[in-house]
């Protein structure tokens, strides 16, 4: 980038005699350092994100307080390094497929089991290069599996973070401790402040009925921290990301969270609003979904915006035109049960394939103005 508003390109005419060129180009050269009066560069770029359900990444080594056990090398699965090294490099390659040429700006993840994997991901897999930085929870999830955020320093600079717990409001003995939810503030390069949710909502274990009330619980909290966004930010600009184990047509998005298509006529936006990026592909396309259930695509996976976000003249810029689901072909493998495609998994039931993910990535490219 070139640091002068304009550039001015001097030819000195043959009849000039030196006494009158070296003022003249004096002059000239003096006016092309100055700035034009209220005007300022602008440069924009792409700004990609990503939400992936990693479907349990965990390492071989016991976590003390955590059930872990099925994914040691002596446990049910056969869990050793060798297949733990190869998991990281598919997740890796997940997310550099995602971003092409420029790794995505952030990555929500969903299963991991705590911060040697993250590092392990970051520092010893393909995305070494890429230079993440990372974020993440510590619940008090049975299983030991938390969200995370990885972000490239560049684009996000880090303000502050926390760890948001979904209390056992119901009084319920039965309760199951769940994920926390995380938020992380950062700072864009445009200098507007950026806050992003990472979740992932209570399991359908059970049944879908029967778990509702733990995902509605969550899907509150989550609402209740977007709300005091809403009124404490001068200017919101809110991102919410993750696995909720529920469909764009179920209560905890349609009603609590209340995450809705963005409108046709733009003229309608709500900029206190949230909107869903994905829910119109996903209820006007045949077989589209991030997750496939007893041979029936849906989508789990979501990405939800603040109005605010879909302002066209905004510093950050989203649009469910450039938001989806990753289809690409190592990503998933022959449904020989009910035909078609599905998510080429790590495991399917207890059998090990080498595969990805149980769960299709989600993306969304912003513009970004600065």
């Not at 997310?95 to 995505?104: K, R, S």
């Not at 929500?108 to 974020?135: I, P």
């Not at 909720?244 to 006529?265: C, G, H, M, T, W």
């Amino acid at each position: 980038m070139g640091n002068p508003a304009y550039k001015i390109r001097l030819q000195m005419p043959d009849v000039m005699n030196k006494k009158i060129a070296m003022p003249y180009f004096l002059v000239l050269l003096f006016f092309s350092f100055l700035p034009l009066h209220g005007q300022t560069e602008k440069d924009t770029l792409s700004f990609r994100i990503v939400s992936y359900n990693v479907e349990n990444l965990f390492d071989c080594r016991h976590d003390t307080l955590k059930n872990d056990y099925e994914f040691l090398p002596d446990g049910i699965r056969h869990w050793n390094y060798s297949k733990y090294k190869k998991k990281l490099d598919a997740i890796a390659r997940v997310i550099t497929a995602v971003g092409g040429w420029t790794p995505p700006a952030l990555v929500a993840l969903c299963e991991v089991e705590n911060d040697c994997v993250l590092r392990d991901l970051t520092q010893r897999s393909a995305l070494r290069e890429a230079g993440y930085r990372y974020v993440m929870t510590n619940s008090p999830d049975q299983r030991g599996i938390d969200v995370a955020l990885l972000y490239q320093r560049d684009m996000f600079k880090l303000l502050a973070c926390q760890s948001i717990p979904i209390p056992n409001a119901s009084g319920k003995k039965k309760f199951r401790p769940t994920r926390d939810i995380l938020h992380v503030s950062g700072l864009l390069l445009n200098k507007d402040t950026l806050d992003i949710f990472v979740t992932h909502l209570p399991s359908r274990s059970g049944g879908a009925k029967e778990s509702e009330p733990y995902r509605l619980l969550a899907a509150r909290r989550l609402r209740g921290a977007a709300d005091s966004i809403y009124l404490h930010r001068h200017h919101p600009q809110i991102l919410i990301m993750g696995d909720f184990n529920d469909y764009p047509d179920n209560k905890s998005i349609r009603e609590v969270i209340a995450a809705q298509a963005p409108p046709l006529d733009k003229n309608l936006l709500q900029p206190q609003s949230l909107y869903h990026l994905l829910t119109r592909k996903a209820t006007e396309r045949k077989h589209s979904g991030s997750y496939k259930y007893q041979g029936e695509w849906g989508l789990l996976d979501h990405i939800i915006v603040s109005g605010t976000l879909l302002q066209a003249s905004a510093g950050l810029y989203a649009d469910e035109d450039k938001a989806g689901i990753l289809y690409l072909p190592f990503l998933l493998t022959e449904d020989k049960k009910y035909g078609g495609k599905q998510p080429f998994r790590t495991f399917y039931g207890m059998k090990y394939q080498a595969g990805y993910s149980d769960h299709l990535p989600v993306w969304a490219e912003f513009r970004l103005i600065y």
